[in-house]
T-cell receptor, first 112, second 113 residues
Framework: GENVEQHPSTLSVQEGDSAVIKCTYS??????FPWYKQELGKRPQLIID?????GEKKDQRIAVTLNKTAKHFSLHITETQPEDSAVYFC???????????FGKGTHLIIQP | EAQVTQNPRYLITVTGKKLTVTCSQN?????MSWYRQDPGLGLRQIYY???????DKGDVPEGYKVSRKEKRNFPLILESPSPNQTSLYFC????????????FGEGSRLTVL
């Protein structure tokens, strides 16, 4: 089955700096790559997703890039703010009946 | 309001005492799933359901059962809970499969003594 590796497990950045979280996947048939944000004590919520026919997608301060050849995708957050502090999960799916496989998560800490 | 509702939110129980965590969604979603979240292990899928009466195992199904008799409900059953099932459980649903947004419930924190 699919295996998703996520790095780093913890990332501390100064407020206003950029943060990058990276994920690799094992199944070349995967075609959907969402990112979820989980604030402390809350449920995970989708923040951005990308499909395999697109190399990059942006939504205000967040962007996701996908390199299908290398089988990795990344989340980029620019101009980080205190409310960006959370655990971020990447995931991959081949669609159909096989489900989303999540990475283990990255705890992003925004230092004031 | 579109939502996924889980109950109970918190539960402490003892080894071997059967329990059920209910999950209900009001978005007419076909796909529903259960995940458990453990420190350092992320979100792992327990069971999922593509539609009524269609369920299948995820990555960590041992010790769990599910049923999908109605489209809106997808209960998680622990027939004989053990301490290694102490975890935070999330139910989730999406419109179709999961090449679309997964909507998560608020989570159920279960402790098995």
């Amino acid at each position: 089955g699919e295996n998703v590796e996520q790095h780093p497990s913890t990332l501390s950045v100064q407020e206003g700096d950029s943060a990058v979280i990276k994920c690799t996947y094992s199944d070349s048939a995967s075609n959907y790559f969402p990112w979820y944000k989980q604030e402390l004590g809350k449920r995970p919520q989708l923040i951005i997703d990308i499909r395999s026919n697109v190399g990059e997608k942006k939504d205000q301060r967040i962007a996701v890039t996908l390199n299908k050849t290398a089988k990795h995708f990344s989340l980029h957050i620019t101009e980080t703010q205190p409310e960006d502090s959370a655990v971020y999960f990447c995931a991959a799916s081949i669609g159909g009946a096989d489900g989303l496989t999540f990475g283990k998560g990255t705890h992003l800490i925004i230092q004031p | 309001e579109a939502q996924v509702t889980q109950n109970p939110r918190y539960l402490i129980t003892v080894t071997g005492k059967k329990l059920t965590v209910t999950c209900s969604q009001n978005m007419n979603h076909e796909y529903m799933s259960w995940y458990r979240q453990d420190p350092g292990l992320g979100l792992r899928q327990i069971y999922y359901s593509m539609n009524v009466e269609v369920t299948d195992k995820g990555d960590v199904p041992e010790g769990y059962k599910v049923s999908r008799k109605e489209k809106r409900n997808f209960p998680l059953i622990l027939e004989s809970p053990s301490p290694n099932q102490t975890s935070l459980y999330f139910c989730a649903s999406s419109r179709r499969e999961y090449t679309g947004e997964l909507f998560f419930g608020e989570g159920s924190r279960l402790t098995v003594l």
